[in-house]
């Protein structure tokens, strides 16, 4: 474990966003470093594959939701 420093206006942003996912801020912050080191890694891939791969390999049932057309 280390400390990361980064730029303020970054800080902020992570602060923000935390709140809406309901994560801590470091929490936010490892979020965002990792699907960032997985989208450098997997160019090819978009993120909702990243996502799907990721909650895949977790053991998590994700079936796609169907959408009301109106």
Same mark, same amino acid.
């Given at each position: 474990?280390?400390? #990361? @420093?980064? %730029?303020? %206006?970054?800080? %902020?942003?992570?602060?923000?966003? =935390?709140? #809406? &996912?309901?994560? &801590?801020? @470091?929490?936010? /912050?490892?979020?965002?470093?990792?699907?960032?080191?997985?989208?450098? +890694? @997997?160019?090819?891939? =978009?993120? +909702?594959?990243?996502?799907?791969?990721?909650?895949? &390999?977790?053991?998590? &049932? /994700?079936?796609?939701?169907? #959408? @009301?057309? /109106?």
């Amino acid at each position: 474990m280390g400390i #990361v @420093n980064i %730029d303020g %206006d970054l800080h %902020d942003q992570v602060r923000k966003a =935390s709140t #809406v &996912s309901c994560r &801590s801020i @470091n929490a936010q /912050a490892e979020y965002w470093i990792k699907i960032g080191m997985l989208c450098e +890694t @997997n160019p090819a891939l =978009s993120f +909702t594959e990243i996502i799907r791969r990721e909650m895949c &390999s977790a053991g998590v &049932s /994700a079936h796609p939701v169907a #959408v @009301n057309e /109106a």
